[in-house]
Structures are given as structure tokens and as C-alpha cells.
């Protein structure tokens, strides 16, 4: 059997997605790079906006027809294939096999079933799986829980990912020597809240403690996402300060600057406690990096509201920003009880927002001239001239080919700058990579927390 699978949303959907090609590979089934070459097509779908679910449907319908054509085998995994919006969809379009994100390792029995499987159940194998190692990756996700046991009110993953469990520390060890055997220069830990890693576990560390465990790996760089500000403790602020390999870059979703509208979307801290912990990361962490996700339009939100959010991303003054604006989800609590607003009114604000993000980024960036950085370049950029790749602090960056010809990690001197990218001089060649990393762009990519 030929298998390929298209993958939809974030990194955790393309962690799932390398957790599923392992097992069918390991029950000899070859994976091949288009849906023409293919006896099985496997979609793993994101549930977290409107605009994927869509691209969802037209997807299936299009393998519908094939089906029709020349027999094709079927498939749909991840948020969405957990959702009765999902399954219904699945049903149109004549879906064989459905997996939920907690029923992955079921991929064998549904093959072998031979007739139609779908599975929801969140099953606790998934939690000991430990993958082998994906090859020719410089740069490596590892996924150290599952789920989440926060309950924003627009967040339809404690639906689609169920409650959150922390996976044994020893698991992720032993992982992450695979991937540093594998030739890994950088690892992503990932979870939905890695903040509370270990919380609903007993003996377990906390992600704190659990940063300086995998910092003790060697890896030369170690990030992670998502954090949740109620969650992020001084002693994971510390750990990162003290541990050299944990790069000094934070993705910490605010979603709204007002408290009004906070405490709507149940998001538990304040803008105040927000500021704070800012604050007291920049206090521990000199030259730290900062992302956020901001949600614009959230049911009454109101222009006050609104600039709030302005004033609150001018204090902190963030290197770069996830924005969308509010997409009401069947099945969150927002969709059910709050009614959303005209898109032109949210539209409005989110073009308003991105002049605010491009003048700070285009700001700071500037200020990165003349100032060395730390670039993890992964292959050939789209202009030839050029290899690309992304700092310490996830900033994209470009390197002439001629200094940097294989990808690696490099010291290099900024020397220009614009809103979304840098421009360097290589400095010193810290490691290069043993091989050729496989495709460098990679399928649509969003930011794990909504
Ligand atoms: S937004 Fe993030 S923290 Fe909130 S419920 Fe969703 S996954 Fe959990």
C-alpha cells in the first residue's frame, strides 16, 4: 500500500502527523509525496478556526472524486475528526477511517479492518508511544503532553484534545536522545499549556525542572510551546535564565489587553498579572525575544476595548505577533452564549493591529544591527542567493549561500533588517549538519494555541 498524508494546522498536528507515518511504516506501508501516486490519503485536520475546516471540506471532496474514479482509500485524523461538525463532514464525503487525536495508534487495526473505522476514544497508549526519530530533521518537535485543563471560552481543544496529560519524563528523555542521535540540532517542546507539564501527574517534575532535565541533553537549542500566562512560575522564568541551551525566546499568548474582555474569554489572569510576569522574564532574561497571539473582535469588544490591546502590545513592544480575528466555534462556550460581532468591524481592527506589529518589529529588528545572532539554518531559501533559517529568538533570517553553503547553526553579524526578516553576515560556523535536511517549507503552519 502507497500512503500519503496532508496535514492541517500546528506543530502538534505535525507532530501526530510523523507519530502516524511511523506506525505505517512499520507495518510496511511505503509513503509517497502525492495524492496521485497514493492508494490511501490520510487529511489531519485543525478544528480551531473556521477557514480550516473549510479547506477541509474541499480537500475530501476532491478525494471523494478520485474515489469515485479509481478507488481510493480514505482518512481524517486530528481536532476535527473529534467533533460532531467533523464526523458529520466525514459521512458527506464518504470518510473510510476517522481517528481522533487520542486514537492514533489505531492506524493498524483500521487498515486491517477492511471496512469502514472510526475511532474517538482518547486512549492512553498514545501517551508511552515514543516514535522513532524522523531523519534528516535539524530541527525537531517533541510533544511532552497532551491536551488541556484550561477552558478558554472561544477554544475548542479541551473538546478535540480532552483533558491534559503529562507524558513520563523518562519518555521524553529517551526521545530526545533519538533526535540527537538522529542529527537534530534543535528540539520544540510542545504541548498545549507546557506551562503546567507534570501538574496532573504525582512525582512529576515541573516544566521548570523539566527544561534544565532536557537543557543536561546537550541539544544545542531548545524551545517550547505554548505557555499560558497563569501557569508561567518564577521557576521556570529561572530555568530558563540559568539554562544555556534553552534559547531566550517566549511565546506568551495575551489574546486581549482588556480585562473585561479577558475574563469573557476565560483566560483567568488579568493584564495587570500579565504586565508582571513580563516583567519579571525581562528582569531574569537580558536580551529575551517575545511572541504573542491576540484574538481582535471577541463578542463586545468594544473600540476602549480594543485599545487596550493596542496600549498593552505598545508596553510590552513584542518582537512579532500571531493576530486573528474572534472565529466563533460551534461547540466553545463563546459560540454559545456571546453573539459575534460584523467581520468588517473586526477586520478593521485586526489591519489596525498589524500596522502596530510591523512599526515594533521593523523597531526592533532595527536594532539588532550590528548585534550577532544565532541562526539555525535549515536549507536554500527561495532566492538562490540565499540560505534560510531563524534565530534564537525565531526571527526568519537569511544568510548569503556563499558563507553559510550547508545547513548548520551560525554565529552571524545583523546587517540589515525589515518587519518579517534579517539579513546577516556569517561570523563563525558554531556546528554544520551532518546531512541535507529534507523539504525545508512545510505544509500550512499556524501558532499552537488558538
Ligand atoms: S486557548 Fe490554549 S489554554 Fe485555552 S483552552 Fe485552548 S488550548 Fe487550552
Given at each position: 500500500m502507497k500512503a500519503h498524508l496532508v496535514t492541517y494546522g500546528c506543530q502538534m498536528n505535525e507532530y501526530d502527523t510523523h507519530v502516524v507515518e511511523s506506525q505505517l511504516v512499520a507495518l510496511?506501508?511505503?509513503?509517497?509525496?502525492?495524492?496521485?501516486?497514493?492508494?490511501?490519503?490520510?487529511?489531519?485536520?485543525?478544528?480551531?478556526?473556521?477557514?480550516?475546516?473549510?479547506?477541509?471540506?474541499a480537500v475530501l471532496g476532491n478525494l471523494r472524486k478520485t474515489k469515485r474514479e479509481r478507488g481510493l482509500l480514505v482518512g481524517m485524523m486530528g481536532c476535527l475528526a473529534q467533533l460532531e461538525e467533523g464526523q458529520e463532514i466525514a459521512k458527506k464525503y464518504d470518510v473510510d477511517i476517522l481517528l481522533g487525536p487520542g486514537a492514533l495508534l489505531d492506524i493498524g487495526a483500521a487498515l486491517e479492518s477492511n471496512k469502514r473505522f472510526w475511532s474517538m476514544a482518547f486512549?492512553?497508549?498514545?501517551?508511552?508511544?515514543?516514535?522513532?526519530?524522523?531523519?534528516?530533521?535539524?530541527?525537531?518537535?517533541?510533544?511532552?503532553?497532551?491536551?488541556?485543563?484550561?477552558?478558554?471560552?472561544?477554544?475548542?481543544?479541551?473538546?478535540?484534545?480532552g483533558p491534559q496529560v503529562s507524558r513520563h519524563p523518562?519518555?521524553?528523555l529517551r526521545e530526545l536522545d533519538s533526535l540527537v542521535e538522529a542529527g537534530a540540532l534543535e528540539v520544540t517542546l510542545l504541548g498545549q499549556n507546557v506551562n503546567s507539564y507534570g501538574k496532573d501527574q504525582t512525582g512529576y517534575p515541573d516544566f521548570g525542572d523539566l527544561l534544565r532535565m532536557v537543557g543536561k541533553s546537550g541539544i544545542p537549542r531548545i524551545k517550547f510551546t505554548t505557555s499560558h500566562p497563569m501557569?508561567?512560575?518564577?521557576n521556570i522564568i529561572e530555568a530558563i535564565a540559568e539554562t544555556p541551551n534553552?534559547?531566550?525566546?517566549?511565546?506568551?499568548?495575551?489574546?486581549?489587553?482588556?480585562?473585561k474582555v479577558l475574563k469573557q474569554m476565560g483566560r483567568e489572569y488579568t493584564?495587570?498579572?500579565?504586565?508582571?510576569?513580563?516583567?519579571?522574564?525581562?528582569?531574569?532574561?537580558p536580551r529575551l525575544f517575545i511572541s504573542t497571539d491576540i484574538i481582535v473582535g471577541f463578542p463586545n469588544e468594544t473600540e476602549d476595548d480594543f485599545l487596550e490591546t493596542v496600549s498593552l502590545y505598545d508596553a510590552v513592544q513584542y518582537?512579532?505577533?500571531?493576530?486573528?480575528?474572534?472565529?466563533?466555534?460551534p461547540g466553545t462556550p463563546s459560540y454559545k452564549h456571546f453573539a459575534d460581532m460584523p467581520k468588517e468591524i473586526k477586520t478593521e481592527r485586526l489591519n489596525r493591529l498589524i500596522e502596530r506589529q510591523k512599526h515594533w518589529s521593523q523597531l526592533k529588528n532595527s536594532r539588532l544591527i550590528g548585534q550577532e545572532v544565532e541562526c539555525l539554518i535549515r536549507g536554500a531559501a527561495y532566492e538562490p542567493s540565499f540560505m534560510e533559517g531563524h534565530t534564537e529568538g525565531n526571527h526568519p533570517v537569511l544568510l548569503p549561500v556563499a558563507q553559510a553553503p550547508v545547513p548548520g547553526i551560525y554565529r552571524a553579524l545583523v546587517e540589515h533588517a525589515t518587519p518579517h526578516m534579517l539579513f546577516g553576515k556569517v561570523t563563525e560556523v558554531v556546528k554544520q549538519a551532518e546531512f541535507m535536511p529534507m523539504q525545508l517549507h512545510s505544509p500550512v503552519f499556524s501558532s499552537l494555541d488558538l
Open positions: 510496511g506501508v511505503e509513503l509517497v509525496k502525492a495524492v496521485e501516486e497514493a492508494d490511501f490519503v490520510l487529511v489531519n485536520t485543525c478544528a480551531v478556526r473556521g477557514k480550516p475546516v473549510d479547506k477541509v471540506r486512549k492512553d497508549d498514545i501517551h508511552d508511544f515514543v516514535p522513532p526519530a524522523p531523519q534528516n530533521k535539524l530541527s525537531a518537535h517533541l510533544t511532552i503532553q497532551r491536551g488541556c485543563d484550561h477552558h478558554c471560552t472561544y477554544c475548542i481543544v479541551p473538546e478535540t484534545r523518562d519518555l521524553i501557569d508561567f512560575s518564577d534553552v534559547c531566550k525566546f517566549i511565546h506568551l499568548p495575551v489574546q486581549s489587553g482588556s480585562n493584564r495587570e498579572w500579565y504586565l508582571e510576569r513580563i516583567e519579571k522574564m525581562r528582569s531574569l532574561i518582537d512579532s505577533a500571531f493576530m486573528f480575528i474572534y472565529s466563533a466555534r
